[in-house]
C-alpha cells in the first residue's frame, strides 16, 4: 500500500507527526512525504521537522507565498505530475491551510482517494479562507476524520453519508502529549524572564485581525487590561509582522513583548506555564483546553465549539468588555477548568493509520 501526505504550513506540520510515526508501524505501508513549501522560514518550517522528528519530504514543490487563489493554484500544477508518476492508493491531507484544499481537488481528480484528517469543522463564516478549505477538502474526501461530535453532525448535514465519516479523536493532541514531556525541559521562561502562571502569551495572524489598517491596533489595545497587569508575550507570524510595520506601529502598552515565531517545544513549554492564552488560532483554543490553560479566543465564532463546551475557551472577540469581563473571571479563579473531550487520548494517529490500513 502506497501513502502520499501533503503538508503546507505549520499547524499541518504538528498534525502530521503522529500520523506518519503511526504508519511506520506498518511494515507494508509505503509512506511519501510531499511539502508544498507554503511555508518555508527556519522558523515555520524546518524547525517543526525537526523537533517533531518528521522525516525530511520526498517532494518539495516550492510554491512559496501569495494570493490564496495564486498559492492554491501553484499547488494544483505543482502536485499533479508527482501524483501521476507516484499513483498512491490514498493521499492524506491534514487541515485547513490552502495547501490542504488544492492537494484534496488534485488527487480526487486524479482518482486517488482523498484521507482528511480533521474534517468537518465549520465556523459557518465564508469570509474565512480556511472555511473554503474546509467545505472544498471534505466534499472530495472519501475518508472524512473527524475530532469532535460536532464535525460528525457537520459532515452528516452536508449529505456525507455515514460510512465515510470516523470519528478517531484529535492529531494534534496526540502530538502535544508525546512531545508533552520533552518541551518541560525547554529553558524558554527562564530566557524570556517570565515565572509560571505570571505571564500571558498572545497569538494573532487570521486576515480578518491582521491585515485591515487598525484592526490589529484596536486589538492590542483591548488586550490592555491584562498587558497592564502582566507580561504578555507575543510571538509574532510573519503576516502580522509585515502589517506591524506598515500601519499598527508599537503595541499600546509596553507590557506586550514581542518575539520571532517560536519553535514547538518553547511555544508548548509556554502554553502549559501561562496564566492564559489570547489567540485567533484554531489549534491553540485545543492545545489550551487538553492543557487546561484558559483560552480567550480574539475571534467571534469557532469552528472547534468542544472547546468552548467542554474545555477552557471562551471566545471573546475583539470586545475590550469581553476581555475585561474574562480577566475579571480569571483573577477570582471562577475560569471552568474544563475537561479532555473524548478521544482526545493520544491515540488519533493509531486509529487513522489502522482505518486506512484496513
Ligand atoms: C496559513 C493558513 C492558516 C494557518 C496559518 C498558520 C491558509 C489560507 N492559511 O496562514 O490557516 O493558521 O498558515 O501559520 O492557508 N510568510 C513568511 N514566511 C513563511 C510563510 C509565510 O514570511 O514561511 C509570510 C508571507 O509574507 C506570506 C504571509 O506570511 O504572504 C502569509 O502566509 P500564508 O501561508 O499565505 O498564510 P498564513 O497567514 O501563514
Known amino acids: 500500500m502506497k501513502i502520499l ?3 503546507g504550513a505549520r499547524p499541518n506540520f504538528v498534525k502530521i507527526a503522529p500520523v506518519l510515526a503511526a504508519l511506520r508501524e506498518y511494515p507494508d505501508v509505503e509512506c511519501m512525504l ?7 522560514d527556519g522558523n515555520m518550517s524546518q524547525s517543526f ?3 517533531l522528528e518528521i522525516p525530511e519530504p ?3 514543490l516550492g510554491v512559496g507565498s501569495g494570493s490564496g487563489t495564486a498559492q492554491t493554484a501553484e499547488v494544483m500544477l505543482r502536485l499533479e505530475p508527482v501524483l501521476s508518476a507516484e499513483r498512491p492508493d490514498v493521499v492524506i491531507v491534514v487541515g485547513d491551510v490552502n495547501s490542504t484544499a488544492a492537494a484534496a481537488i488534485v488527487a480526487a481528480k486524479s482518482d486517488v482517494p482523498v484521507a482528511h484528517v480533521e474534517a468537518g469543522l465549520r465556523s459557518f463564516d465564508r469570509t474565512m479562507p480556511e472555511e473554503i478549505n474546509r467545505i ?3 466534499a472530495v474526501s472519501t475518508y472524512c476524520f473527524t ?3 460536532a464535525a460528525n453532525a457537520n459532515l452528516a448535514a452536508e449529505g456525507v453519508a455515514a460510512e465515510r465519516i470516523h470519528y478517531v479523536g484529535n492529531v494534534m493532541i496526540d502530538t502535544l502529549f508525546r512531545f508533552r514531556e520533552k518541551a ?3 529553558t524558554i521562561l527562564e530566557t524570556l524572564g517570565v515565572s509560571p502562571r505570571e ?3 498572545l497569538t494573532l495572524h487570521r486576515p480578518s485581525n491582521v491585515d485591515h489598517p487598525g484592526t490589529l491596533a484596536a486589538a492590542l489595545a483591548a488586550i490592555a487590561p491584562i498587558a497592564d497587569a502582566m507580561p504578555v508575550i507575543f510571538p509574532v507570524h510573519p503576516r502580522t509582522r509585515q502589517r506591524l510595520r506598515a500601519d499598527a506601529g508599537t503595541p499600546a502598552s509596553p507590557g506586550i513583548r514581542l518575539t520571532d515565531p517560536l519553535g514547538y517545544l518553547d511555544f508548548l513549554q509556554l502554553m502549559a506555564n501561562a496564566r492564559c492564552l489570547l489567540t485567533d488560532s484554531g489549534g491553540i483554543q485545543e492545545e489550551t483546553t487538553a492543557l487546561g490553560v484558559p483560552c480567550l479566543t480574539l475571534r467571534q465564532n469557532t469552528e472547534r465549539p468542544i472547546t468552548v463546551t467542554e474545555g477552557t475557551n471562551r471566545l471573546v472577540g475583539g470586545n475590550p468588555e469581553a476581555i475585561r469581563r474574562a480577566w475579571q473571571d480569571l483573577r477570582r479563579g471562577t475560569w471552568p477548568q474544563g475537561r479532555l473531550p473524548e478521544l482526545w487520548d493520544g491515540k488519533a494517529a493509531h486509529r487513522i493509520a489502522g482505518c486506512l490500513v484496513r
Do not use: K
Open 5 to 7: 501526505a501533503v503538508v
Open 34 to 40: 510531499v511539502h508544498t513549501g507554503q511555508h518555508y
Open 49 to 51: 521537522f525537526r523537533e
Open 58 to 60: 520526498d517532494v518539495n
Open 136 to 138: 472544498l477538502t471534505d
Open 147 to 149: 475530532t469532535e461530535p
Open 184 to 186: 518541560a525541559s525547554s
Open 199 to 201: 505571564f500571558a502569551v
